[in-house]
Protein backbone atom coordinates (compact mmCIF):
# COMPACT_ATOMS: atom_id res chain seq x y z
CA UNK A 1 0.00 0.00 0.00
CA UNK A 2 1.28 3.24 -0.61
CA UNK A 3 0.12 6.58 0.47
CA UNK A 4 0.17 9.98 -0.88
CA UNK A 5 -1.05 13.59 -0.61
CA UNK A 6 -2.37 14.76 -4.41
CA UNK A 7 -4.06 17.36 -5.83
CA UNK A 8 -4.51 18.78 -9.64
CA UNK A 9 -2.76 21.16 -9.76
CA UNK A 10 -5.19 23.11 -12.17
CA UNK A 11 -7.65 25.73 -9.75
CA UNK A 12 -9.87 26.16 -12.47
CA UNK A 13 -9.94 22.37 -13.57
CA UNK A 14 -9.90 21.10 -9.10
CA UNK A 15 -12.72 23.64 -9.38
CA UNK A 16 -17.06 21.28 -7.90
CA UNK A 17 -14.39 18.87 -6.92
CA UNK A 18 -14.80 17.78 -3.16
CA UNK A 19 -11.21 17.65 -2.65
CA UNK A 20 -8.32 17.40 -4.70
CA UNK A 21 -9.99 16.47 -7.78
CA UNK A 22 -7.95 13.43 -8.05
CA UNK A 23 -11.68 11.34 -9.28
CA UNK A 24 -11.93 13.23 -12.03
CA UNK A 25 -8.29 13.70 -13.39
CA UNK A 26 -8.58 9.40 -13.56
CA UNK A 27 -11.90 9.63 -15.31
CA UNK A 28 -10.22 12.44 -17.88
CA UNK A 29 -6.73 9.27 -18.19
CA UNK A 30 -9.28 7.09 -19.28
CA UNK A 31 -11.22 8.83 -21.25
CA UNK A 32 -8.58 9.93 -22.88
CA UNK A 33 -6.83 6.16 -23.28
CA UNK A 34 -10.74 5.01 -25.29
CA UNK A 35 -12.24 3.97 -21.99
CA UNK A 36 -15.69 4.47 -19.67
CA UNK A 37 -16.00 6.22 -16.41
CA UNK A 38 -18.86 4.98 -14.19
CA UNK A 39 -19.65 7.28 -11.19
CA UNK A 40 -22.56 9.25 -9.39
CA UNK A 41 -24.65 11.79 -11.11
CA UNK A 42 -28.42 13.31 -10.77
CA UNK A 43 -30.58 11.95 -13.11
CA UNK A 44 -33.06 14.38 -14.55
CA UNK A 45 -35.33 13.42 -11.98
CA UNK A 46 -32.54 14.92 -9.23
CA UNK A 47 -32.10 11.30 -8.06
CA UNK A 48 -28.59 10.21 -7.50
CA UNK A 49 -27.94 7.11 -9.88
CA UNK A 50 -24.37 5.32 -10.79
CA UNK A 51 -23.99 6.13 -14.41
CA UNK A 52 -21.10 6.08 -16.97
CA UNK A 53 -19.83 8.70 -19.20
CA UNK A 54 -17.54 8.04 -22.46
CA UNK A 55 -17.13 12.30 -22.92
CA UNK A 56 -18.13 14.75 -20.39
CA UNK A 57 -16.90 14.31 -16.62
CA UNK A 58 -18.57 17.17 -15.11
CA UNK A 59 -21.68 16.46 -13.69
CA UNK A 60 -20.10 13.72 -11.58
CA UNK A 61 -17.56 16.45 -9.93
CA UNK A 62 -18.57 16.48 -6.35
CA UNK A 63 -20.22 14.39 -3.38
CA UNK A 64 -23.46 13.81 -2.66
CA UNK A 65 -24.21 12.80 0.47
CA UNK A 66 -26.99 10.19 -0.10
CA UNK A 67 -27.18 6.95 -1.58
CA UNK A 68 -27.20 6.60 -4.89
CA UNK A 69 -29.03 3.85 -6.98
CA UNK A 70 -26.57 1.37 -8.79
CA UNK A 71 -29.11 -0.61 -11.33
CA UNK A 72 -28.57 -4.54 -12.29
CA UNK A 73 -28.61 -3.24 -15.86
CA UNK A 74 -25.86 -0.20 -15.50
CA UNK A 75 -23.07 -3.28 -13.93
CA UNK A 76 -24.43 -5.02 -17.06
CA UNK A 77 -23.45 -2.56 -19.13
CA UNK A 78 -19.84 -2.13 -17.44
CA UNK A 79 -19.55 -5.99 -17.81
CA UNK A 80 -20.16 -5.29 -21.67
CA UNK A 81 -17.94 -2.63 -22.01
CA UNK A 82 -15.14 -4.89 -20.50
CA UNK A 83 -15.99 -7.65 -22.99
CA UNK A 84 -15.64 -5.18 -25.80
CA UNK A 85 -12.02 -4.38 -24.80
CA UNK A 86 -12.54 -1.19 -23.21
CA UNK A 87 -11.00 -0.09 -19.75
CA UNK A 88 -13.72 1.09 -17.21
CA UNK A 89 -13.19 2.85 -14.11
CA UNK A 90 -15.08 2.98 -11.38
CA UNK A 91 -15.65 5.44 -8.57
CA UNK A 92 -18.11 4.44 -5.84
CA UNK A 93 -18.11 3.99 -2.09
CA UNK A 94 -16.58 0.66 -0.27
CA UNK A 95 -20.24 -1.50 -0.83
CA UNK A 96 -20.51 -0.33 -4.16
CA UNK A 97 -17.36 -1.15 -5.34
CA UNK A 98 -17.52 -4.62 -3.24
CA UNK A 99 -20.51 -5.35 -5.50
CA UNK A 100 -18.19 -5.63 -8.24
CA UNK A 101 -15.81 -8.32 -6.38
CA UNK A 102 -16.24 -10.84 -9.24
CA UNK A 103 -14.81 -7.97 -11.53
CA UNK A 104 -12.77 -7.02 -9.30
CA UNK A 105 -9.54 -8.78 -11.08
CA UNK A 106 -10.19 -7.86 -14.43
CA UNK A 107 -7.28 -6.28 -15.67
CA UNK A 108 -9.11 -3.50 -17.53
CA UNK A 109 -11.23 -2.58 -14.43
CA UNK A 110 -10.11 0.14 -12.36
CA UNK A 111 -12.02 0.19 -8.66
CA UNK A 112 -11.60 3.69 -6.80
CA UNK A 113 -13.49 3.28 -3.18
CA UNK A 114 -13.86 6.32 -1.92
CA UNK A 115 -13.34 6.82 2.06
CA UNK A 116 -17.00 6.82 3.81
CA UNK A 117 -18.76 8.63 6.54
CA UNK A 118 -22.12 7.23 5.53
CA UNK A 119 -25.27 8.08 3.23
CA UNK A 120 -28.76 9.21 3.70
CA UNK A 121 -31.70 6.84 2.22
CA UNK A 122 -32.24 8.30 -1.37
CA UNK A 123 -35.85 8.66 -0.23
CA UNK A 124 -35.17 11.11 2.55
CA UNK A 125 -33.18 13.78 0.27
CA UNK A 126 -36.36 13.51 -2.09
CA UNK A 127 -38.48 14.59 0.66
CA UNK A 128 -35.89 16.84 2.03
CA UNK A 129 -35.44 18.76 -1.35
CA UNK A 130 -39.70 19.14 -1.87
CA UNK A 131 -39.81 20.49 0.98
CA UNK A 132 -37.09 23.27 0.51
CA UNK A 133 -38.05 23.84 -2.68
CA UNK A 134 -41.66 22.78 -3.58
CA UNK A 135 -42.34 22.62 -7.70
CA UNK A 136 -39.07 23.94 -8.68
CA UNK A 137 -37.75 22.64 -11.71
CA UNK A 138 -33.69 21.74 -10.02
CA UNK A 139 -30.76 20.82 -11.99
CA UNK A 140 -28.09 20.72 -9.05
CA UNK A 141 -27.88 20.06 -5.61
CA UNK A 142 -24.35 20.53 -3.45
CA UNK A 143 -23.18 20.00 -0.31
CA UNK A 144 -19.95 21.38 -0.38
CA UNK A 145 -18.56 24.57 -1.75
CA UNK A 146 -14.55 22.57 -1.75
CA UNK A 147 -14.01 22.48 2.02
CA UNK A 148 -16.80 24.11 2.98
CA UNK A 149 -19.81 21.85 3.96
CA UNK A 150 -23.20 23.82 2.75
CA UNK A 151 -26.22 22.65 1.17
CA UNK A 152 -27.22 24.70 -2.22
CA UNK A 153 -30.42 24.32 -4.54
CA UNK A 154 -29.72 25.35 -7.75
CA UNK A 155 -32.09 26.21 -10.80
CA UNK A 156 -29.74 26.70 -13.67
CA UNK A 157 -27.63 29.69 -12.41
CA UNK A 158 -30.33 30.64 -9.98
CA UNK A 159 -29.49 29.88 -6.60
CA UNK A 160 -33.12 29.02 -4.90
CA UNK A 161 -31.18 27.89 -1.23
CA UNK A 162 -28.11 27.86 0.39
CA UNK A 163 -27.02 26.89 4.35
CA UNK A 164 -24.24 25.65 6.09
CA UNK A 165 -24.00 22.68 7.38
CA UNK A 166 -24.55 24.38 10.97
CA UNK A 167 -28.04 25.97 9.82
CA UNK A 168 -29.35 22.64 7.38
CA UNK A 169 -31.07 20.68 8.93
CA UNK A 170 -29.94 17.51 6.16
CA UNK A 171 -26.37 18.34 6.12
CA UNK A 172 -26.40 18.56 10.40
CA UNK A 173 -28.21 15.28 10.72
CA UNK A 174 -25.22 13.91 7.98
CA UNK A 175 -22.68 15.09 9.84
CA UNK A 176 -24.07 14.25 13.13
CA UNK A 177 -24.64 10.95 12.32
CA UNK A 178 -28.46 11.03 12.82
CA UNK A 179 -29.54 10.04 9.55
CA UNK A 180 -27.45 7.73 8.14
CA UNK A 181 -28.96 4.08 6.55
CA UNK A 182 -28.94 1.48 9.55
CA UNK A 183 -26.32 -0.32 7.86
CA UNK A 184 -23.78 2.19 7.60
CA UNK A 185 -23.21 2.20 11.50
CA UNK A 186 -22.19 -1.46 11.26
CA UNK A 187 -20.33 -1.24 8.29
CA UNK A 188 -17.54 -3.22 7.22
CA UNK A 189 -16.05 -1.39 5.08
CA UNK A 190 -14.60 1.11 7.45
CA UNK A 191 -10.94 -0.04 7.81
CA UNK A 192 -7.75 0.42 6.55
CA UNK A 193 -8.15 -3.27 3.78
CA UNK A 194 -10.30 -1.48 1.24
CA UNK A 195 -12.18 -2.71 -1.58
CA UNK A 196 -10.49 -0.71 -4.23
CA UNK A 197 -7.52 -0.37 -6.37
CA UNK A 198 -7.07 2.94 -4.81
CA UNK A 199 -8.90 4.97 -2.00
CA UNK A 200 -9.77 8.31 -2.14
CA UNK A 201 -10.84 10.82 0.75
CA UNK A 202 -10.22 14.11 2.25
CA UNK A 203 -6.48 14.66 3.14
CA UNK A 204 -8.00 15.98 6.76
CA UNK A 205 -5.14 17.22 8.53
CA UNK A 206 -3.19 18.06 5.54
CA UNK A 207 -1.75 22.13 6.00
CA UNK A 208 -4.31 23.25 3.31
CA UNK A 209 -7.55 22.44 1.97
CA UNK A 210 -8.29 20.82 -1.73
CA UNK A 211 -5.97 18.22 -1.55
CA UNK A 212 -7.34 14.27 -1.77
CA UNK A 213 -5.82 11.60 0.49
CA UNK A 214 -4.82 8.64 -1.66
CA UNK A 215 -3.91 5.05 -1.08
CA UNK A 216 -3.03 2.76 -3.64
CA UNK A 217 -3.56 -0.97 -2.83
CA UNK A 218 -2.69 -2.68 -6.70
CA UNK A 219 0.09 -1.98 -9.78
CA UNK A 220 -2.65 -1.67 -11.74
CA UNK A 221 -4.36 1.29 -9.11
CA UNK A 222 -0.57 2.86 -9.23
CA UNK A 223 -0.27 3.11 -12.59
CA UNK A 224 -3.25 4.82 -13.28
CA UNK A 225 -2.62 7.46 -10.42
CA UNK A 226 1.07 8.12 -11.73
CA UNK A 227 -1.03 8.26 -15.39
CA UNK A 228 -3.73 10.74 -14.44
CA UNK A 229 -1.18 13.55 -13.62
CA UNK A 230 -2.34 14.87 -10.25
CA UNK A 231 0.66 16.49 -8.23
CA UNK A 232 2.06 13.30 -5.49
CA UNK A 233 3.08 13.60 -2.52
CA UNK A 234 4.10 10.89 -0.44
CA UNK A 235 2.59 10.53 3.13
CA UNK A 236 1.76 8.35 6.21
CA UNK A 237 -1.12 6.34 6.49
CA UNK A 238 -0.95 7.15 10.12
CA UNK A 239 -1.12 10.82 9.53
CA UNK A 240 -4.27 10.85 8.29
CA UNK A 241 -5.70 7.80 9.95
CA UNK A 242 -5.04 10.17 13.10
CA UNK A 243 -8.49 11.99 11.80
CA UNK A 244 -10.13 8.72 12.08
CA UNK A 245 -13.36 9.75 10.37
CA UNK A 246 -14.27 6.54 7.85
CA UNK A 247 -10.67 5.11 7.76
CA UNK A 248 -11.12 3.09 11.12
CA UNK A 249 -14.47 2.43 12.52
CA UNK A 250 -17.99 3.45 11.34
CA UNK A 251 -19.65 6.51 12.25
CA UNK A 252 -21.04 6.23 15.35
CA UNK A 253 -25.26 6.63 15.77
CA UNK A 254 -25.85 10.14 16.95
CA UNK A 255 -27.62 9.84 20.58
CA UNK A 256 -30.68 11.48 18.78
CA UNK A 257 -31.40 8.63 16.77
CA UNK A 258 -33.62 6.79 18.82
CA UNK A 259 -35.80 9.93 19.07
CA UNK A 260 -35.72 10.84 14.88
CA UNK A 261 -36.46 7.19 14.29
CA UNK A 262 -39.54 7.18 16.93
CA UNK A 263 -40.17 10.43 15.21
CA UNK A 264 -39.78 8.99 11.85
CA UNK A 265 -42.49 6.36 12.43
CA UNK A 266 -45.04 9.28 12.25
CA UNK A 267 -43.60 12.29 10.32
CA UNK A 268 -42.35 12.54 6.97
CA UNK A 269 -38.23 13.23 7.01
CA UNK A 270 -38.39 16.97 6.74
CA UNK A 271 -40.70 17.26 9.52
CA UNK A 272 -38.97 14.23 11.80
CA UNK A 273 -35.33 15.66 11.46
CA UNK A 274 -36.47 19.32 12.55
CA UNK A 275 -38.55 18.26 15.63
CA UNK A 276 -35.19 16.11 16.83
CA UNK A 277 -32.90 19.18 16.11
CA UNK A 278 -35.18 21.39 17.35
CA UNK A 279 -33.75 22.25 20.80
CA UNK A 280 -29.80 22.40 18.78
CA UNK A 281 -31.02 25.37 16.37
CA UNK A 282 -32.93 27.08 19.19
CA UNK A 283 -29.77 27.28 21.00
CA UNK A 284 -27.75 28.03 18.43
CA UNK A 285 -27.73 31.56 18.04
CA UNK A 286 -27.09 31.67 21.70
CA UNK A 287 -23.81 29.14 20.95
CA UNK A 288 -22.53 31.72 18.22
CA UNK A 289 -22.89 34.63 20.49
CA UNK A 290 -20.93 33.07 22.40
CA UNK A 291 -18.31 31.73 20.15
CA UNK A 292 -17.96 35.49 19.18
CA UNK A 293 -17.35 36.82 22.42
CA UNK A 294 -14.60 34.38 23.26
CA UNK A 295 -13.13 35.32 19.79
CA UNK A 296 -13.39 38.98 20.89
CA UNK A 297 -12.06 38.16 24.23
CA UNK A 298 -9.34 36.39 22.55
CA UNK A 299 -8.33 39.16 19.76
CA UNK A 300 -8.22 41.91 22.72
CA UNK A 301 -5.81 39.41 25.22
CA UNK A 302 -3.62 39.11 21.86
CA UNK A 303 -3.85 42.69 21.19
CA UNK A 304 -2.89 44.00 24.57
CA UNK A 305 -0.07 40.90 24.82
CA UNK A 306 1.15 42.07 21.22
CA UNK A 307 1.91 45.86 23.55
C1 LIG B 1 -21.29 9.68 0.78
C2 LIG B 1 -19.85 10.07 0.89
C3 LIG B 1 -19.24 10.12 2.13
C4 LIG B 1 -17.88 10.48 2.24
N1 LIG B 1 -17.28 10.50 3.48
C5 LIG B 1 -15.96 10.83 3.59
C6 LIG B 1 -15.32 10.86 4.85
O1 LIG B 1 -15.94 10.61 5.91
N2 LIG B 1 -13.99 11.17 4.91
C7 LIG B 1 -13.27 11.45 3.77
O2 LIG B 1 -12.07 11.70 3.87
N3 LIG B 1 -13.87 11.44 2.55
C8 LIG B 1 -15.18 11.15 2.43
N4 LIG B 1 -15.79 11.11 1.20
C9 LIG B 1 -14.94 11.32 0.01
C10 LIG B 1 -14.77 12.79 -0.34
O3 LIG B 1 -15.95 13.52 -0.09
C11 LIG B 1 -14.43 12.94 -1.84
O4 LIG B 1 -15.40 12.27 -2.61
C12 LIG B 1 -13.11 12.33 -2.17
O5 LIG B 1 -12.13 12.97 -1.41
C13 LIG B 1 -12.79 12.50 -3.68
O6 LIG B 1 -12.66 13.85 -3.95
P1 LIG B 1 -12.22 14.34 -5.38
O7 LIG B 1 -12.06 15.83 -5.33
O8 LIG B 1 -11.06 13.51 -5.86
O9 LIG B 1 -13.49 13.91 -6.26
P2 LIG B 1 -14.37 14.69 -7.35
O10 LIG B 1 -13.49 15.09 -8.49
O11 LIG B 1 -15.15 15.75 -6.66
O12 LIG B 1 -15.32 13.52 -7.82
C14 LIG B 1 -16.30 13.02 -6.93
C15 LIG B 1 -16.42 11.54 -7.09
O13 LIG B 1 -17.27 11.04 -6.05
C16 LIG B 1 -18.26 10.20 -6.63
N5 LIG B 1 -19.49 10.33 -5.82
C17 LIG B 1 -20.15 11.47 -5.50
N6 LIG B 1 -21.21 11.19 -4.75
C18 LIG B 1 -21.25 9.86 -4.59
C19 LIG B 1 -22.15 8.98 -3.92
N7 LIG B 1 -23.21 9.40 -3.25
N8 LIG B 1 -21.89 7.66 -3.96
C20 LIG B 1 -20.81 7.18 -4.65
N9 LIG B 1 -19.91 7.98 -5.29
C21 LIG B 1 -20.14 9.29 -5.26
C22 LIG B 1 -18.46 10.73 -8.05
O14 LIG B 1 -18.90 9.71 -8.88
C23 LIG B 1 -17.04 11.17 -8.41
O15 LIG B 1 -16.34 10.09 -8.96
C24 LIG B 1 -17.15 10.80 1.07
C25 LIG B 1 -17.78 10.77 -0.18
C26 LIG B 1 -19.12 10.41 -0.28
C27 LIG B 1 -19.79 10.38 -1.63
S1 LIG C 1 -20.78 3.60 5.28
FE1 LIG C 1 -20.38 1.58 4.43
S2 LIG C 1 -22.40 0.70 4.05
FE2 LIG C 1 -22.67 2.92 4.26
S3 LIG C 1 -22.53 3.71 2.16
FE3 LIG C 1 -20.50 3.84 3.05
S4 LIG C 1 -19.50 1.94 2.43
FE4 LIG C 1 -21.67 1.65 2.14
Known amino acids: MKVYAAWNPSEEQRRGSSSGG ?153 LSGLSLREACYRCPYARPERTGDITLGDFIGYPRPGVSFVMTHTPKGEEWLKRCGAVLEARSFEERAAYRPGLLEPTAPSPLCPVFLKHLERLPFPQAVRKTLRGYFRGLPFRQAWKWLHHQAYLVKSFIKGK
Open 22 to 174: VATMLARAVLDAGGVYFGTRWDERMRPVVAWTETDVAPFKGSRYVQSHFDASVREQLERFLEEGRTVLFVGTPCQVAALQTLREHPRLICVDLICHGTVPASSLEQELAYLAPGASLTDVRFREGPLYQMSLWEKERCLYRRSAALSPYLYAF
